[in-house]
T-cell receptor
């Protein structure tokens, strides 16, 4: 049974546009909700994360929106840049448990 | 650079063989995590060690084992290798345990089983 569903699988956005990636989870024991960014040939790196006691967190051009009742959280990338082209993973985490989403390949075209 | 090092970078071997992957965590980090990334299964958590002791297990096969040594480096042993074990294997580290906010990932070891 898949516990984490990430969408879309791939995304093409014009430079300056908004990229939106969604993550739905089932495990109510998750209590930390990060997004990772992975470039080809590199390991994932933490981009931004949120705790369940807030509904939104913004860091620069990156925003997480969290809906606890719907068990969903999303990543918004404002003013998307070609350098943002990468694969993004949600990875909700609980006690001794982490489940990665299937990844979203983002391409930002000039 | 995350500060986590992994060796080797690439490994090519045959079915039935055994290999050992090595990870050195960031200085000061006590926890080491192993992950497998494959095209069909995505990124999966395998196992976590904290200060030399196993703390959490994910989707790790019985043919796989790991350990963390007193100097905190870790090794992942993969035996009786199958074609389906071909994947990227990542090590990550954090200061404390699973509730630590950030895990720092190494560059990975690409394993190819022929």
């Amino acid at each position: 049974q898949q516990q984490v569903k990430q969408s879309p699988q791939s995304l093409i956005v014009q430079k300056g546009g908004i990229s939106i990636i969604n993550c739905a989870y089932e495990n109510t024991a998750f209590d930390y909700f990060p997004w990772y960014q992975q470039f080809p040939g590199k390991g994932p790196a933490l981009l931004i994360a949120i705790n369940p006691d807030v509904s939104e967190k913004k860091e620069g051009r990156f925003t997480i929106s969290f809906n606890k009742s719907a068990k969903q959280f999303s990543l918004h990338i404002m003013d998307s840049q070609p350098g943002d082209s990468a694969t993004y993973f949600c990875a909700p985490r609980g006690y001794q448990k982490v489940t990665f989403g299937t990844g979203t390949k983002l391409q930002v075209i000039p | 650079d995350s500060g986590v090092t992994q060796t080797p970078k690439h490994l090519i071997t045959a079915t039935g063989q055994r290999v050992t992957l090595r990870c050195s965590p960031r200085s000061g980090d006590l926890s080491v995590y192993w992950y497998q990334q494959s095209l069909d299964q995505g990124l999966q958590f395998l196992i976590q060690y904290y200060n030399g002791e196993e703390r959490a297990k994910g989707n790790i096969l019985e043919r796989f084992s790991a350990q963390q040594f007193p100097d905190l480096h870790s090794e992942l042993n993969l035996s009786s290798l199958e074609l389906g074990d071909s994947a990227l294997y990542f090590c990550a580290s954090s200061v404390l345990g699973f509730r630590e906010n950030e895990q720092f990932f190494g560059p990975g070891t690409r394993l190819t089983v022929l």
